[in-house]
């Protein structure tokens, strides 16, 4: 129970990678705050940690892109919970298009939701985390934001400025000791990843828990020395189009 009395936020919490990521923190003492659009899917993340793994957790609903949305999320966790010591951003959007098929709302969308929202969270937690002297920050990139790709430029654009995000607030925080990490993912198997297409071939693709793993131990005192850098979390899958 490494994290006991730590309160977490989750965005993306719902599903995939970000669920299992909820349920572990859960598991490692942690209360968690699940954040996202579908009520349905926060509602049962949260209801399993409390009912199955007998945590304490609550869900909000919102945007990420939404700054109302997201100081609702924050105010609301601080008011049930405590102040947030953990952020995970994981909420994320894929567009795979060709650079001249790719309408300025589509690529808007894609930034907001995977680099713009990193900082409306951090910009609400880290006056706190600074003030305790004491935070982890967790922003979910990809193996696309170290490469370049065909058919993906929004897509790459977010994923790279993810790290910069990381790295920068790393950093600046490095003397309130808040540490601020980048995970990027190779391929798995995920809903988001399903609405690819019917017919990829996912082997070797990792499943949500194998990359949760890599999150909530960037999450514990034991990865004090790691800050300001991103963790490439690759295994034995080719990404889309590879």
């Given at each position: ?38 009520e349905a899917e926060v509602s049962d993340t949260a209801n399993y940690i409390t009912n199955e793994l ?40 894929m567009l795979l298009k060709p650079l001249d098929e790719t309408t300025v709302e589509e690529w808007d ?57 990381s790295k920068a607030l790393g950093e600046e925080l490095k003397p309130y000791n808040v540490r601020v ?62």
């Amino acid at each position: 129970m490494e994290l006991q009395g730590k309160v977490a936020l989750v965005t993306g919490g719902g599903r995939g990678i970000g669920r299992e990521t909820s349920l572990l923190l859960a598991k490692h003492g942690a209360k968690v705050a699940v954040f996202s659009r579908s009520e349905a899917e926060v509602s049962d993340t949260a209801n399993y940690i409390t009912n199955e793994l007998g945590g304490e957790a609550i869900y909000v609903t919102g945007d990420v892109r939404s700054v109302e949305d997201v100081k609702k999320a924050v105010r609301e966790t601080r008011e049930k919970l405590g102040d947030v010591d953990i952020l995970v951003n994981n909420a994320g959007t894929m567009l795979l298009k060709p650079l001249d098929e790719t309408t300025v709302e589509e690529w808007d969308f894609v930034q907001d939701i995977n680099s713009r929202a990193h900082f409306l969270l951090a910009r609400e937690v880290v006056p706190q985390m600074k003030e305790n002297r004491d935070g982890v920050i967790v922003n979910i990139s990809s193996i696309w934001g170290t490469k370049g790709g065909p058919d993906r430029s929004a897509y790459i654009t977010s994923k790279f400025a993810a790290i910069g995000f990381s790295k920068a607030l790393g950093e600046e925080l490095k003397p309130y000791n808040v540490r601020v990490n980048a995970v990027c993912p190779g391929p798995v198997d995920t809903k988001m990843t399903d609405d690819l297409g019917p017919d990829l071939n996912k082997t070797g693709w990792l499943q949500p828990i194998d990359i949760a793993h890599v999150i909530v131990d960037l999450c514990l005192p034991k990865s004090v020395a790691v800050t300001a850098t991103a963790v490439e979390a690759f295994g034995g899958g080719r990404p889309v189009g590879l």
